[in-house]
């Protein structure tokens, strides 16, 4: 059965950091392309960061660097490192997968998307 299993949100002060984690199960992750994305209140769904199967990284222009993906093969988890978290970043965070292609593109339909994690950012 393929799964994706997000952890590690939770509320921090602004200024904070977080660090997500993305497990697959029924695939591996380093075959495909891997998004984060979020959703906040009222707000449509975007996206955050990508990594595709060689590496390669990219980001929303919004996040000014703040955001760094990565990943481990040996767990099959993608994490994504949040630091200077702001309150603009609260929503929640769903990892995805596009079996489509194993390039990184935050403009494409992904195909298998976890059930997401809440991240507040509030003092």
């Known amino acids: 059965q393929l799964q994706l299993v997000e952890s590690g949100g939770g509320l921090v002060q602004p200024g904070g950091s977080l660090r997500l984690s993305c497990a697959a199960s029924?695939?591996?992750?380093?075959?495909?392309?891997i998004g984060w994305f979020r959703q906040a209140p009222g707000k449509e769904r975007e996206g955050v960061s990508c990594i595709s199967s060689s590496g390669y990284t990219a980001y929303a222009d919004s996040l000014k660097g703040r955001f760094t993906i990565s990943r481990d093969n040996g767990k099959n988890t993608v994490y994504l490192q949040m630091n200077s978290l702001e309150p603009e970043d609260t929503g929640v965070y769903y990892c995805?997968?596009?079996?489509?292609?194993?390039?990184?593109?935050?403009?494409?339909?992904?195909?298998?998307w976890g059930q997401g994690t809440q991240v507040t950012v509030s003092s």
């Open positions: 029924g695939f591996p992750l380093d075959y495909y392309a």
């Open positions: 995805a997968a596009n079996f489509a292609s194993n390039w990184c593109n935050l403009g494409v339909p992904y195909d298998s």
